[in-house]
């Protein structure tokens, strides 16, 4: 072995000419092998950023305990000149395992891409591994490697590294390892296993790479758009560049097919293609795209000889938008992900006008102020993109106060604290963030946390902790995937289900008005190469149908008075999302199209939904009434306490679809009516995923709305309602226009899932509609001068409250106590203000339990934070399932400050 290392050590140093051992410069990139593969991508403006810190192996069992790990890295140059370099490299390993693996190869380094070749042997039975890895590692938590394999498809931005791999890896990425991570493949039997794995990186800086460097296919075909994501503006040439690679020795002289499809899946041409190229050359065309339309497109290249192309674009209807300031319309760009003005650009141009939280976002290449607290120049620097597009940043409450008073209009508290935090708990939080963004930013208004759907309980227990005082808006998560969002609780006893959000109006019933918003709503649709949150296959939607209810979220929070609705995603998590693999879905245009037709539009009323019909139908057509009384009759209380998660449908054969002709004002007093029919409960994607993400996942079943399986496509209902003119123009989804003739006034549609939208009624019917209005929220924030800057937490005996158990816990209990036994409850101060406080801390008891003492004195010294300011001990008299122990403080200055409770159970 040591003359074989000597030898290698000979043969290295006269390949190289013993030079010393630097890093290769290609065209995009930089290459670093002295301690692993490190690799730097070119910016825009010429600077190298890391971007891949190293590729390392591991093994470990279920538990995850190593067998081994890749410990080390030595790579020696094989040969190198100004275009390319060649590089032996071997792995140094770690673990009980270490010496019984063996694994190295070489990287070939050309001026735009790298060819590695892994090779290993491991000298026992690797069936024991369970895990069995090969890290990508990245020095920051937003990059990916991108590939078609890759957990999240692109990531925008305009540099970055494309991996391929034979045979091809799956990767997952992990956001707090930061890194990528695919399977080992060893083959081999008994004593001797072996790993042989290849991979090319391709830096680019700029445009994606076009073509791949494994495919051993004799033709390889592309289609390139001019914008991100395969959008077209309504300004835009309306056509995509076909690009064909011919890579075999012969020239290429075929016919092509190339089918157009729409977002229903309906063929909308079909052309033949006469493809002729040279060998080894790329040959390019325009394809023209569909004239006069607008909406998502499906193009689907097929040469004989190579596998057919699939790639989707859209063409997006005219901007125009001058009422997106304050508007409902916001998005959100998946926080693990990329944020970079690409994705700004694609919030943009379909007219969303808030994005969740406040990143800092730049053009590659330009530098930001360093933070985290920013002055007013560098605070305008860092939000410099949003402005220009005219998107509002609604931060966190706790970002916000790294900005300068002023920055922002509205905040919001956390996420789904609800699912893992008790009310007592969360509320101590809440209230020491809203006094403190109030003493940074009197105007600042802050919102709760955004619950996991409407979760009643813990709102009525975080109002009894005297929450209520220390918010300015209730914010919610209207997650109803893959149900549609008029589904409510007559219906089903599911908790997550869109219209819940109708029982927020009793809680401002007894505690006062405030705004709803919702910041997380969005549909899980097909994406193979990974599950995300294990959700299961019967949780994916037809990714068509997706776009249609999304739009009907969007009509049914306007009717409700919701301030604004963040679609998730923008962007892609694996599923959930508009775009993805760096192209559009249906719902990315429909969105647009929704934007356009109701920018500065203004809810009016019903014309008919359930359980409302105005004297605008026609009394002899057919229509549905099915809201609590043909659903359920007499269960409406019942069935408002939903407190399951998962429920099989109920099928009720008398349920008609919902109907609805909903009336909307637009900004120069006219009618805009928006039309649609609930024939589908859920639609489902129908056939299984055959990737390892969705491994042994059966699909779900599409029920119509009665709850009953849709063994066929339901019908549209014609629906016949006066109008009042002699002619209309009717909007389908994507933003279409049609001229329709009314009869006598009255016009006849065929209604489905997908809304359309009437134009040029008469403004009359808005009298009509504004009599059935179904709006429950305010609009604007009251002045709220009720909150003090001294606030209590009551904690048990371990001086923290224990996780809640999910959104269906009931109890939220924060400890056990037995009955006889004293237990110590201890109370804590956070004082806020300027000037010290004091006073007296008591608590308030069940009947006949004994507290000692019975009060206690207090000093809290200003700027004090979560002191443990007086201790109990209490001493139940019985067993009880659930009961509260109320801490009240009364300050010197202050007066009554609002009480902390908590429950606990005796046994």
Sequence with gaps: MRKYWIMLALCLAACCGGAEFKPFHGDNYILDCRSGIAISVKQKNGDFVPFLSGIGFDATDKDWKTFFRSAGFRAECVKQTPESALYRFEYRFTGPDAKRIRLGGTLEAHPDYMRIYFEGNFRGDTDKFFHRRILFRYPKEELR?????????????QSGIRLESSPQLRLFYNRKEKNSTGSQIWTGRDEER???????????????PEFSRLSKEPYEARFDFRRYCNVLLDEDERTAELKVLNRSAEPLDREARLTIRDHRGRNLETRKLRIEAAPGKTVSQAVPLPSGRYGWFELEFDLPGSAPLRRSCCILPPAGRKFGKGSIFGGIIYPWNRKTVEKLDLMHWIGMSTIRRA??????????????????DEAALVLREQA????EPVPLTSESWNYPAGTFRLTESSNEANIRRLPVDYAEELKIEYVRTKLHDPELQVGSTGTAGIDLHWFEELQENGAWDYFDALFVHLHCFPRAPEVNNTMTREFWLHDRVT????????YGEKPVYDSENGYLTR?????VEKYPLRSVSDSSIAAAFMVRSYLQCLAYGVSNKMWFTVDSYGGFGITEYGQPLPAYPAYAAMTRMLDGARYAGELLSPGRVSNAMDRNAEFSRSWFGQATPGLEKELLGADRDYTENDRNPELKPYVYIRAFRTPDGRPLLACWATLYRQKLVDTSIDTPAWQDQKPGISLLWNGFPATEPPKPLPVRFRVGVPEVEVADLMGNRRKVAADNGFLTLALDDYPQFVFGADPALLGEAEQFSLRLFPETFRKNDRWKTLVQAVLPAEKKHPARKSVFDRENLSAGLEAGKPYPIHVRLTNLGKEAESGTIS??????WRCEPGSIRFEAAAGAEKTVAATFLVTPDRPAAKVKIRSIVQSDRLGRIADSVMNVGVK
Excluded: H, Q, V, W
Aim: glycine share 12%.
């Design 145 to 157: 490697l991108l590939g078609a394999a890759a957990d999240n498809g692109p990531e925008g931005g």
């Design 194 to 208: 072996f790993f042989r794995l290849e991979i090319t990186l391709e830096p680019y800086s700029g445009r994606i």
């Design 359 to 376: 990143y800092p976002i730049a053009r590659e290449g330009s530098s930001l102020p360093a933070g985290p607290e920013y002055t007013p």
């Design 388 to 391: 220009a597009r005219g998107i």
């Design 503 to 510: 029982l927020l109006r009793e809680l401002m019933d007894k």
């Design 527 to 531: 994406f193979p190469d990974r599950r």
């Design 843 to 848: 608590l308030k008891l069940p009947e006949r």
